[in-house]
């Protein structure tokens, strides 16, 4: 079967490992390709110049095709919209885009993570009645918007109806957990009876196995607890609570030590005045390889997630694997799971710092059973191996 995903150019630095869709369209091309199946890749990159002009090109022959198309996308017309109806300028890049996944020809088109040119993408195949299968890893909806930008009231209400078209042309969406699913079928729109799947998403293998390199930490001692988030400069993500967690155990003058993995370079007008003191009171270490990423998980008492809202954050299994629980915010796609594993206590509220370190407090005593059956869980159900085979065998039904 020739399966078409949406693809990434090379990345920089490849002794770090990225998280999100990037990371996981790796491990699907690795598995899929185990599975006898031939998958190609179709990056797309919006141009500045309006000359009429795209290119079409192979960058990556043999085993895995990779496909890069670069032309006008008009995305101003969409950020710059007066109403909500979907611009008439959006109609060409769509017919480019039809044409070159017709010359690709696919069996099936599978796409990860949603954007407007995925959306491009779902449009594309579906005039060309190619069977499409969209993976939710995240929902477009919650996070549109929460960088502080003033968007357009009419430039939200189009990108959520671009969200909706999902369900309205997808053969398939894989949700990642029944709280995401919920999330989007109730807040949204409603999700089509038969034409949606919840597949979770895997985990790195590398995180099965101890660390060969060691991480310093400055200001680690044994007589401190070391407290950690790993994230990037988002909103979404709320480091500004872990900045607060830190500043209120300072004030308290407990004997603990604050570590984030996070790339401070970002700029979001919503929680930039919080990155001047967030150095203060937190050791900022820049991306990590991956060796040195689990040796800081190993390091850690307990991770922090405090995200505005999370879908199925992979830190989370990460540490697991490694050890190490983390302590999450009821808008984190896990709480389920934690509950089910007895659990419940590591879901906190981050709005009041002084009741978090409180509550901490009694999670760093605790007994780490739960933790212990959690990771057991994750090891399992979460297997790429077994993934990927319910990946395979969707894929296969929906290709008759």
């Not at 599978?110 to 190619?130: H, V």
């Not at 609570?241 to 993995?261: C, D, N, S, T």
């Not at 992979?314 to 007895?342: C, D, H, N």
């Not at 509550?359 to 739960?370: E, G």
Request: glycine residues 4%; contains cysteine.
């Amino acid at each position: 079967m020739k399966i078409l995903i949406n693809g990434y150019r090379e990345k920089k630095n490849k002794k770090i490992l990225y998280g999100g869709p990037r990371n996981f369209t790796g491990l699907l091309i690795e598995h899929l390709n185990s599975l006898s199946h031939s998958i190609v890749s179709l990056s797309i990159h919006g141009k500045k110049r309006i000359d009429g002009k795209f290119l079409f090109k192979q960058e990556i022959k043999g085993k895995n095709p990779a496909w890069f198309l670069k032309l006008r996308l008009n995305f101003a017309d969409i950020f710059g919209a007066k109403s909500a109806a979907y611009p008439k300028s959006l109609k060409r890049p769509r017919a480019i885009i039809s044409e070159a996944i017709r010359r690709i020809n696919p069996d099936i088109v599978l796409l990860n993570g949603y954007s407007i040119i995925n959306w491009y993408i779902l449009r594309a195949a579906k005039d060309l009645g190619l069977p499409v299968v969209m993976a939710h890893h995240g929902l477009w909806f919650k996070e549109m918007n929460t960088a502080g930008n003033d968007m357009p009231a009419a430039c939200e209400k189009m990108l959520r109806e671009m969200e909706k078209d999902i369900t309205r042309f997808a053969d398939c969406e894989i949700f990642l957990n029944k709280y995401s699913r919920d999330e989007y079928n109730r807040k949204l729109i409603k999700i089509r009876p038969g034409r949606n799947q919840i597949i979770p998403l895997p985990y790195h293998p590398m995180f099965q196995t101890k660390p060969n390199e060691t991480l310093k930490l400055k200001g680690a001692s044994d007589d401190k607890i070391k407290i950690g988030m790993v994230s990037r400069w988002d909103p979404v993500k709320s480091p500004q609570k872990f900045m607060a967690l830190a500043k209120q155990a300072k004030k308290q003058k407990l004997p603990w030590e604050f570590y984030a993995v996070i790339k401070l370079k970002y700029n979001y007008k919503e929680i930039d005045k919080f990155k001047k003191d967030f150095s203060k009171y937190v050791n900022v270490i820049p991306q990590l390889p991956q060796e040195e990423l689990k040796s800081f998980y190993r390091q850690m008492d307990l991770l922090v997630l405090p995200s505005r809202f999370d879908t199925s954050p992979t830190v989370v299994m990460e540490a697991a694997l490694q050890g190490k629980p983390t302590v999450i915010s009821p808008t984190v796609g896990w709480v389920s799971e934690y509950k089910r594993f007895g659990a419940g206590d590591w879901i906190i509220n981050f709005d009041k710092p002084a009741l978090v370190v409180k509550k901490i407090a009694v999670l760093i005593d605790n007994n780490r059973t739960s933790f212990t059956r959690f990771a057991k869980h994750i090891e399992t159900k979460h297997s790429p191996k077994n993934v990927f085979a319910a990946y395979d065998k969707l894929l296969r039904k929906l290709v008759k």
